[in-house]
């Protein structure tokens, strides 16, 4: 069975004035129509409602005044959304590339020497794709670890 989120949000929505006054600008920790936490950032949010809640089972709302709270044409919402989406993205393309460096790698270790392709001629094709794969490896590293800043993870 799938979590009602849309009685989270009914519930927001009738206590949104409230809770502006108390928590304007922070995330919420929404479960079972009941105000769970507050949080500054959606990854703090999204962290703790994964570890103590479960994913899936709780909703994060965005408190601030007005529709714009939980309307799709929300420009945070949006732009959360794009850079959550972006960063996968980007990962998979990280990810793709060092694979790809990998089995390139692998087949010229396995190449047969004659007298065009040399023992030196191969190593250089072994050592530019492992370049190529420790590129890719650092820029997937520094893509975690500025989507962990872009929402204050770390």
């Known amino acids: 069975m799938s979590y009602n989120h849309e009685a989270d949000l009914e519930y927001?929505?009738?206590?949104?004035?409230?809770?502006?006054?108390?928590?304007?600008?922070l995330e919420l920790v929404i479960k079972d129509c009941n105000l769970i936490n507050a949080f500054d950032s959606l990854g703090d949010a999204y962290?703790?409602?994964?570890?103590?809640?479960?994913?899936?089972?709780f909703t994060i709302q965005h408190c601030i005044p007005g529709e714009e709270a939980y309307t799709i044409n929300s420009?945070?919402?949006?732009?959360?959304?794009?850079?959550?989406?972006?960063f996968q993205s980007y990962r998979g393309l990280c990810n793709l590339r060092v694979k790809y460096a990998n089995f390139?790698?692998?087949?010229f270790e396995q190449m047969h020497l004659n007298d065009v392709i040399t023992p030196e001629w191969v190593q250089k094709k072994i050592t530019?794709?492992?370049?190529?794969?420790?590129?890719?490896k650092n820029k997937l590293e520094e893509?975690?670890?500025?989507?962990?800043q872009y929402f204050h993870k770390g």
């Open 143 to 148: 893509s975690k670890q500025k989507e962990d």
């Open 75 to 86: 420009p945070y919402i949006e732009s959360a959304a794009n850079a959550q989406a972006y």
């Open 12 to 25: 927001f929505k009738r206590n949104q004035t409230e809770f502006v006054k108390k928590y304007n600008g």
């Open 47 to 57: 962290n703790y409602g994964c570890r103590f809640l479960g994913a899936g089972n």
């Open 104 to 107: 390139m790698s692998e087949g």
């Open 128 to 136: 530019f794709w492992a370049k190529v794969r420790d590129y890719w």
